[in-house]
Structure formats: C-alpha cells, structure tokens
C-alpha cells in the first residue's frame, strides 16, 4: 500500500491479507498449517521486517532501494523513547482492532524522504531504546547502487516491523509496552540514512557487538512482538488480517512538517497491531526445502559471502521467507514490562544474550553465514540510525568536485574527509582554520542558549597539496607591515578606505589609520583600492610579511636554528640494537635537513650528546680528524663544556661526524650502566642553543624512568587502582613542577623537544612530556621496541619528524572582531599572560585551538572576524609573520547556527576540552559533563529550530546527526574510559596527542575508518568503499583494513580464500598467516600490490607512521582490533551506539521536560 493511502483496517484477524498472496497463513498455534503447499515465500509469519509487498510504495524508486526525495518523513509517536524510557508504559488496548486512523497518513504528494538529503529526516527511535543490533553486515550505501534482490537469510530478521501505517502507529504506541522485545522494530526504510539493507549480514550471528556484554532479558531471545501486551505470550504467528503498511516509512503527520536541517531518529518502525502482541516471526521449526543460503548481494561494497538480510529494504523484494531458519524455534516469553539499565553504568537498555554469542565474551565470535538461532529483539536498526560512512559519502560526491572558493563569507567548507581543492579569495583555507560554526549568535544569551561552543581550530603552517599556492610573501621594507594603530591587526582584505585612500578604517576595532605614504595607493569607484588584486594582503586569507628586526628578540634578527640529537646509550638503548640503528639513520638523514625553497643547503647546524648517568658532548669540529668526547658528570649543575665544534654545519664536518656515529655504538657495547637521567639532559641542550644565541630542536631518544640521582628524578608512582576515583586526576598530572618550570626556560630560548621513548615498563610519560608538549614538541612512543618490527615505523617517524617545516620561537596572537573575543586555548603550547601563545616550534602538524566568548553584541550585517598572526623563524632564520584571517556570519534565529555547524571541529573541540578536564577533575564528571552539554545542544535545537512533534522521536539538526555517534567515541576513548590493558603511560601520550591534532585526525582517530580490501578494484587507483566500524559489518570470508592514524589493522576471517591468503601473505593456509609480520611481504600480483599500495597510500596521509598489526579472526589479537569496532559495545563498558543514541534521547526528553 503506498505511504499516501490512509491505512485500513484490515479484515478481521485471521482472514487471509489480500497484499500477501503465496505467504502461508499458519494457524494460531505457531506451526505451519500442513496442508497448505509452500509456496515461493514460504510461511508469512507477520509482517517481515524489510519485506516490501510486490508493489513498491509510491515514493519509492527500488532501483535506488531508498525512498525518494520529498517531504522529510516524521515518525511521531508517542512513545517513542518515552520519558518512563525505561521502564514500561501503559499496556495496549486489549482489544484487537486496529486503533482508529490518527490522521497519520502522508498527505498524497509527500514523498518519502531520500537518503540522507537535505531537509530534516525526523524518524523516531524506536520506542524503547533497546539496542538494537545492526543488520548484519550491511554496508555504506553508495548512491545509485541499487541493491540487488537478495534471497533472504533468515537467520537475520529485524522481526516485527513494518509500522501498521501509521496513524496504526500512533495509537499503537501509546499503549505499548516498551519491553524487551518491543521496541524492536528497525526503523523505517525510509529512514535516511544508512545503507539499504540489503546488505548482507555478516552471517546471522555476530559477535562481540554486545557479546555478552549484554545482560540477557529474562526472556531469551525471540523474535520481539512488538506491541506487547503484558502478559500476553509471545509466540502467537502473526494475525493475517492485520494491515499493514508495507513500506516501513516513517510517515508523516500532515501538519508537522519537520524543519529543515534536522534529522530525526524517530519511531516508526513499529509493529502493526495495536492490541495484539505482535506474534515472532518465525513459529515453527525450519519448513522443509528452506535453507539459509541465497547469492550475495551485489551492493556496491557489502560483506561478501553470507547474503544480505532484508532488513530494511525499499523494493519489492523477492527471496525465501523469513520462515526458513535453521534452528530451534523462538521460546515463548512474556513481555518484559521495561528494561534494567545496565549494571556497569553504561546506557541503554540491557540487550538479551545474542545468538551464537556465547555468555560473557565469547571466544569464537562466528560471522560465518552458518544458520543460528534467531537474533534476538532489535531495537533500533542500526541501518537507519545516521551513518558516518553515508555523511562521509555524500559529502565526497557533493562538494568533491567543486573547487572550494573562500570569497563569501560563512561559508562551511566540504567535510575533512572530502578531497577539495581551495582557491584563496579573501578567507583562510580550511585547511589553516576550521570552525565549529560558520554563523555565531549575535549575542551571550542566545550562544548560552545553545550551548554550541565557538571555537576554531588553527593549523597554521599547514601543509597544502602540491596544486594549492603557499602563502605569499610580502616585504614591506624597514617600515614593516601596516597594522592598526589601536589594536595592532596587521592589513587585510577586510579593511576599509576611506578618504581616497588616505586613511583605512579597522575591521576589527574600527580606529581609523593613515595610510604610510609608501603604502598610499588611489582607491576605483567602488572604494577600492586600484592595486587590490597585485596585494596578497588586500586580497587574500593567508599570506606573510617578513618581519623587521623590531619583532626579533633584544632587536637583532635571529640566527638560524640548530638541532641537537641526544641518545641514551643505557644497557636497555644498547642491548635493543637501538643506538645503532640511531646512529645508521643519522649518517643519511642529516643530509635532508629542512631548507628554504631555493637554498642549496640547509642552514641548520647540528651537535651530538649521548647519556646514561652522566653525559658525553662531542666536538666534531671540521679541522679534527677523529671526534673529540667530554663527560659531564656533575649533573645537578649542568653546563656545556665546549662552545666551538658542538655545533657544526654538516657538510663541513661530514668526514668527523661519519666517524663519530660510527664509533658510538662500539663505545658503549659492553655497557652495563641501566640508571638514566632526563632532566639535565634538556639542560644541556639549553645551555647550548643559548650559548650559541640560537633556537632550534632537541631530539631526545630515551628508554626508562630517570631514577638516577638528578635534579628532575622520578619515581614508579603508577597505580591502577586510582582508576574511576577521584586520585584518577594525579595520573595524568607531573609528579613534579621542575618540569614546568624549565619548560618555561626552554620556551624563553626558543628550545622545542621532541621526545622519542622506548619503554620496556612505566616511564611516566605524564611527566617526561611536560617540556615537550609546552615548548610545542612531539612525542613518539615505541613500547616492547623490537628492532624487527619496529624498525620502519620508528625510522619513518624519525625522517619525517627532521625533515618537516618548522617554525622556531613562536608566538601566536588571535584578534577578533568587537563582540567576541578569544577566551581559552588548546594544545602543545607555553602562555606567560592571557593573550599570547607561546612555542618554542610550532611545525606543520599542530594545531591550537581557539575558544570565543561573546563580549559584546554582533551584527548581522558585519558579521565577526578572526585574525591569526604568527611571528616565527624559519628554518633558514628568518623572522616572519603569517597571517590568516576568515569571517563568519552572524545570526539572531538559533536556526541559521545549527545550519551551519562542522560536526568533526565540534568532536575535535570537545575532545581537547575534556582531556585537559581530566587534569582537574575525575574522569566521571568529565563524561557527564560532555554528555550533558551535548545534550543541551540538541535539545535547544529541538525545542527552538524543529516544527513541533512528539517527544518520542529524536530529531537532529542535519549537520550534527552525527554529533552522538562520534560523541560515544570520545567518552568510549582510552583516555576517559580505559580497558584493562591501557597503561598509565599510554593514556597520558594519547592526552597529549590528541590536544595538538588536527581536525581529520580526530575525525579517524576517534572514528577510525574501515575498509574491505577484498572489495578493491585492483585495476583502479580508487579506495575501496569504506564500511561502519561494527563487527557486524564483518564477514569471516573477507580481509578487512582498520586505520585510526596511529595503527593499521589488517583483519582476516577465517573463511577467506586460500588463492587470496597467498596472494597477500604467501603463504598457503590461514594458520600460517603470521601475526609478527610488520609489512606485507612484496609479491608480483594484482592483489598483493593494489593492498600496499592502499596501506602506503594511507600511510602517507598521516603525520605518524603507523604499526601494522595482522589480526586473524578469533585470535588473542581479535580483543585489541574489537577495540576500534567503536559502534559497538566495548570491554571497558562503553555504549554501543545504538544504546548511546537512546540514552541521549532519554536526556533530551529530560531537559525538555
């Protein structure tokens, strides 16, 4: 029936349904009546999940297998995730008809709403928030595949869905219960989002999703009835005669058009019949003749072998009936009244054991197509709940084409995912400043309102692509650039002229200035000037003046910076091999120090120290013939024994720092020395940089806990059991300020630290990453170092870490516009006052981010402007000033903020906010505090920009439905909520990293991307389409690649076939496969080449190297990669999505109400 018609009631029950001619009728008891021939579908036993009556609905394209384009569906129910949402509501009617219609239809001409598109798709969540597993192994949906017809598995139902239409619905939900089984109806098919279902399931069983993590429901798992009266038995087969509304759209009130831009998560997928309790699909026993097999689909990328369940498909769908399932049938249970929240204080309401699941966590997690019982009660179909991999998607086909030009103002750039193209036409790139909104409230009370935080994300020596213009550079001459005479803000595209030119008017304070006279230029008849376009600094967003020696300090220019390489040569350096391959590396890669564009050598000098105890500096002057070593071992008070001939310019002293980096590692082979220090290591550096009147870079290469006696000293302070207390806070603070405050005495002398750390046990890398993380350095950590597999990442890193752009004694200064003003900064930076940020080198990978609060009004018409300036030195000395300006519309209807918000900035933002929270307060209230912000956000949406509508659904602003499942992701990390086998250690480094990252490596980090690389087109340069991050995405016949920007996972199923294990691995078994490889062997074919091709292509993407761990199925490995399947319920208790979505709701509710 199409989603225009009103539905009707339906015959009286136990009459046959005219729609569902060939589906068996079984009698009342649950078994198939004998007598009645099988037909081509097998028994009908109720409305199947993403069955589609031969006729598609109208408003739906079944080649596109979504509904199409039209007015945005709006589940409305009541209860959809009712306040009570846990416990359960009032029982339905008991009487069996049909509630009449509540002028629910769709009024004839809405269609359904398209796939992710524009407007709001309101689609409830289904009324109890029961997690609901995903449908099986259904995969990213790429617009214009049309799902093939699939035969069904059935061993993968969403039982019980398809809406009773739904003025059925309304009705139907008010009285429902939401029990265990209830809610679970997937939601609608046309639900936006989310691939079609009909993608194959990983096999009907899935694992660890909720493996047993799941606190069974009393009832054990049988199909949900879904409006279950209490007390009522479910096992009853369906009643024939209900209607039903076979296209489970979420259908539209008439009269609450949703708003614009909004998603809704909403009810509809309820189950027909009110009063009756929705019967399990599947009564009987497997009918004879059925099995569980039927080809794979052929959806652009789905998981291969088991074939794709029904679950949510729009079309017609032919295929074996539900009925088939191999297995024994369903038990009958009574309803649940509501479900227990979860004992470990995660949300969401317990799921029951999953089949095939296993008790608490299974062992073998099985994702084969081998038939099991039937899953358990669904809530929400995990397909129709917003995909990241679909927003990713279109993005990439909507605005990957298109050049982004930076001239308007406000605009929100393509998604970071997105690969685009900038052209600067008076804005900074995206790719220097991303902001969580592009269009800020006018005022405090209306951002107080939404509690959208106004924050950009700065990178501003960002590496742009090869076809992208790099900065221009401007001298001015001895004059220097031309500021503002109050707040100081340097020209740019956004000031005015005025009196023909004489005098420019502030954009940001509105003082009037003259213009220099050399600077004097006439202005044409629309009051610009006539040199607009030959000035990067009237014209475009980014540029860079060279400073004059007014900006350099104690007013002489700089000279150019050096780099110090400074080894531990302990007994655990040398015994890894490490100080060896050290020293190796060293010998070529001074060779690619960093240089400017057409110098013919780098400037930058370079010196040598090496240390256990005590320290040894080498003079490698180019007159010696052998190096010279001098030992410091008083290291309470530490000094520089040598000025001349530590530091040196490598191609003049080339012959004796060869033999210098040859001899080290023989020098110190018999070591038995195991005690280091650390702090006056850092010292001796500083001494140095400042004897010599430089900046320039440490890079320090330790292995263990500095427990010799030394200022800067440390002792083993680490303690599980201050985990989840309110002590948990000490962890990730130093245990002592002497790292801060010569943090600071690094900072003056424009001294940067880049750590490299070894540990074979706790290092206290909350402490020895003090300097680093304030000076503006990086930190690399390589526990277990195993030269065999460690060797590539850790010298890729190293390369790439000497040879990057770099700016040395760095300030940073953010003007903004009257009405707002900078407030609070995030990242690996040193501030001594309010305003400046401060680095001792800032290089292409770290980003600062910038929080704004209101001061004042703003007007919509001027909108708000930021202006970042960065006075740094280069790698050649010379003093410059990079600027980058962006303007931003303003708004006065909270509407116009949620259009145009960038969810990743606002994830990137939250995430450094709540990782320097942990500093200060217990891991506890940091969660709740995000949870309870992000729930503001979008209740304040809810309640001020979406057209009125039943609290039941969930409705999101269009470009924040991804805000919960990306939020789950933070609350879920290892720094909030750790598994057992995260490390103190490892926590602090991931709190570090995470400060300075930039927005797409927060994006991957946290939603790390996953790729079947089975699916690769060999002939082609192209990824293969990415799929959600869930186990049951995953088929045991498929090899699947996991990146998150600091690990890939190659995963193997245990299915996969042998010519593709040879192909990749070389060797001719599964059992084979070895988990120590940390590359893929170099084989000549197709295959083989095309996944390294993807890996180093990956690889180069990234600022770090990443470990490549094989993980073969059901192996001790599989817990670590489960980890990262982040749409699932993880082993430290973290939500699965689905549960998230709906504890969210529940807290929306809460505030609305």
């Known amino acids: 029936m199409s989603v225009n018609q009103q539905a009707h009631t339906g015959p009286p029950y136990g009459q046959p349904q005219p729609g569902y001619q060939g589906y068996q009728q079984p009698a009342y008891g649950g078994q198939p009546l004998p007598a009645v021939p099988q037909s081509q579908y097998g028994a009908y036993n109720g409305p199947m999940p993403g069955y589609q009556q031969p006729v598609p609905p109208q408003g739906y394209f079944p080649s596109l297998g979504f509904p199409s384009k039209g007015s945005p569906v709006s589940l409305n129910s009541d209860t959809s995730l009712a306040p009570n949402f846990i416990g359960s509501l009032r029982a ?12 629910a239809s769709l009024p004839s001409g809405h269609l359904a709403y398209s796939q992710f598109g524009h407007g709001d798709v309101q689609n409830g969540i289904p009324a109890s928030a029961a997690p609901m597993q995903r449908p099986p192994a259904s995969q990213p949906f790429l617009p214009g595949s049309a799902p093939t017809p699939v035969s ?45 279902t009909s993608v194959p399931p990983v096999s009907g069983s899935f694992s660890a999703t909720g493996s047993g993590l799941y606190t069974p429901y009393t009832a054990s798992q049988g199909p949900p009835p879904t409006s279950v009266s209490q007390g009522l038995p479910l096992a009853q087969p369906p009643f024939p005669g209900q209607p039903i509304s076979t296209q489970r759209l979420p259908t539209q009130v008439p009269g609450f058009a949703p708003p614009p831009s909004s998603t809704g998560i909403g009810l509809s997928s309820y189950p027909p019949t009110t009063g009756a309790p929705r019967p399990p699909t599947m009564p009987g026993p497997p009918l004879p003749g059925q099995t569980l097999a039927g080809p794979p689909a052929s959806q652009p990328n789905h998981v291969s072998s088991p074939p794709p369940p029904p ?27 509501g479900y227990q929240m979860q004992q470990n204080g995660s949300f969401g309401q317990v799921r029951g054991p999953q089949p095939n699941y296993g008790g608490a966590y299974p062992g073998t997690p099985n994702y084969g197509s081998q038939p099991g019982p039937p899953p358990p009660p669904k809530r929400l179909d995990p397909d129709s709940i917003p995909s990241p991999i679909q927003v990713i998607e279109d993005d990439r086909s909507n605005r990957g084409s298109e050049p982004f030009v930076t001239g308007v103002r406000g605009q929100v750039p393509p998604l970071v995912t997105t690969n685009f193209l900038v052209k600067d036409q008076g804005n900074a790139s995206p790719r220097y400043i991303r902001c969580t909104s592009y269009n800020i409230p006018c005022t405090s009370d209306m951002a107080k309102q939404s509690q959208v935080p106004l924050a950009a994300v700065i990178k501003p020596l960002a590496t742009l692509p090869p076809e992208e213009t790099l900065p221009y550079l401007v001298d001015h001459g001895e004059s220097g650039p031309v500021r503002c005479n109050r707040c100081k803000a340097y020209m740019c595209p956004f000031m005015q002229f005025i009196e023909g030119g004489r005098r420019f008017q502030c954009c940001f304070c509105s003082c009037v200035t003259e213009v220099p006279p050399h600077y004097f230029q006439h202005l044409d008849h629309t009051g610009k000037r006539v040199d607009f376009y030959d000035r990067p600094e009237l014209s475009l967003g980014s540029y860079e003046f060279l ?55 780098s400037a930058i000098r370079v010196g040598f120290v090496t240390y256990n105890k005590v320290l040894h500096f080498y003079n490698v002057k180019s007159s010696l013939a052998q190096p010279q070593m001098m030992v410091v071992s008083d290291v309470a008070d530490m000094f520089v024994p040598l000025l001349d001939g530590f530091l040196v310019n490598v191609n003049e002293s080339r012959t004796v720092i060869a033999s210098l980096l040859d001899q080290i590692p023989e ?223 303003c708004c006065t209807q909270l509407a116009d903020l949620y259009r145009n918000c960038e969810t990743d900035t606002l994830i990137n933002y939250l995430a450094k906010y709540a990782y320097r929270g942990v500093l200060s307060s217990p891991v506890k209230t940091v969660r709740d505090a995000l949870i309870n912000q992000c729930a503001q956000i979008l209740a304040c949406y809810r309640k001020n920009c979406a057209s009125p509508s039943s609290a039941g659904q969930l409705i999101l602003p269009e470009c924040m439905k991804l805000l919960p499942v990306y939020l789950n992701c933070v609350l879920k990390s290892d720094v909030l909520q750790p598994g057992p086998e995260v490390t103190t250690d490892d926590r602090a480094y991931i709190r570090q990293l995470v400060t300075s990252m930039d927005v797409a490596e927060t994006n991957v980090f946290f939603y790390p991307r996953l790729l079947p690389l089975t699916k690769a087109d060999v002939d082609s340069d192209s990824l293969p389409a990415a799929i959600r991050n869930s186990e049951e995405r995953l088929s045991k016949g498929d090899i699947y690649l996991l990146e998150n920007g600091l690990n890939i996972f190659v995963w193997v199923g245990v299915n996969v076939q042998q010519g593709l294990i040879q192909n990749l691995f070389g060797v001719s078994s599964f059992s084979q496969i070895s988990n120590a490889l940390s590359t893929l062997p170099v084989l000549e074919n197709p295959f083989s080449k095309k996944v390294r091709s993807i890996i180093d292509m990956l690889q180069v993407q990234r600022s770090r190297y990443m470990k490549l761990i094989i993980v073969k199925q059901e192996d001790k490995l599989e817990m670590l990669f489960k980890h990262f399947l982040v749409e699932d319920k993880s082993l430290s208790g973290g939500a699965s999505y689905v549960d998230f979505l709906c504890h969210m709701h529940k807290e929306i509710r809460q505030l609305l109400s």
């Open 152 to 196: 069904q598995t059935s061993t993968f139902q969403q039982y019980g869905h398809p809406p009773a239409s739904v003025q059925q619905l309304s009705n139907h939900m008010a009285g429902m219960t939401i029990g265990s089984t209830t809610a679970s109806a997937p939601p609608p098919a046309g639900l936006g989002y989310g691939p079609p």
């Open 547 to 601: 400073a004059t020696v007014d900006y350099c300090k104690n007013n002489k220019f700089p000279t150019p910076p050096a780099f110090i390489f400074m080894i531990d040569v302990s007994y655990n350096a040398m015994k890894s091999g490490l100080v060896r391959l050290i020293c190796e590396e060293l010998k070529s890669l001074l060779d690619y120090l960093p240089r400017e564009g057409n110098m013919e050598e």
């Open 667 to 889: 020098m110190f082979a018999d070591t038995r020395e195991t005690e280091t220090v650390f702090a006056p290591v850092i010292q001796a550096g500083l001494e140095a940089l400042k004897a010599a009147e430089c900046a320039g870079k440490l890079f320090i290469f330790h292995t263990s806990l500095p427990i010799a006696e030394a200022p800067g000293k440390l002792k083993n302070r680490d303690d599980k059991k201050l985990i989840n207390t309110d002590k948990e806070k000490t962890l990730f603070q130093p245990q002592t300020s002497f790292y801060n405050n010569l943090a600071k005495d690094c900072v003056a002398q424009g001294c940067c630290v880049d750590l490299f750390l070894f540990p074979n046990q706790y290092l206290d890398v909350a402490t020895l990453g003090v300097v680093t993380y304030q000076t503006g350095g990086s930190i690399y950590k390589y526990a277990y170092f195993q030269l065999e597999t460690d060797q590539d990442r850790f010298l890729n890193d190293l390369r790439r870490d000497v040879q990057k752009e770099v700016g040395f004694d760095a300030v940073m200064r953010v003007r903004t516009s009257t009405g707002i003003r900078a407030t609070d900064f995030f990242g690996a930076f040193y501030m001594s006052n309010t305003t400046d940020v401060e680095m001792a080198g800032l290089d292409c990978d770290k980003t600062i981010t910038v929080e704004f609060k209101h001061d004042d009004k703003l007007s919509e018409d001027s909108g708000a402007l930021l202006q970042c300036a960065l006075l740094y030195t280069s790698c050649a000395g010379q003093r410059r000033l990079r600027i980058h300006n962006l303007s931003l519309n």
């Open 311 to 337: 679950s949510t498909m729009a079309g017609p769908h032919p295929g074996p009936p539900m009925s088939g399932l191999h297995g024994p049938p369903p038990p009958t249970h009574p309803p649940q009244p």
């Open 92 to 103: 339905p009617p008991t009487s069996g008809a049909p509630p009449p219609a509540s002028g």
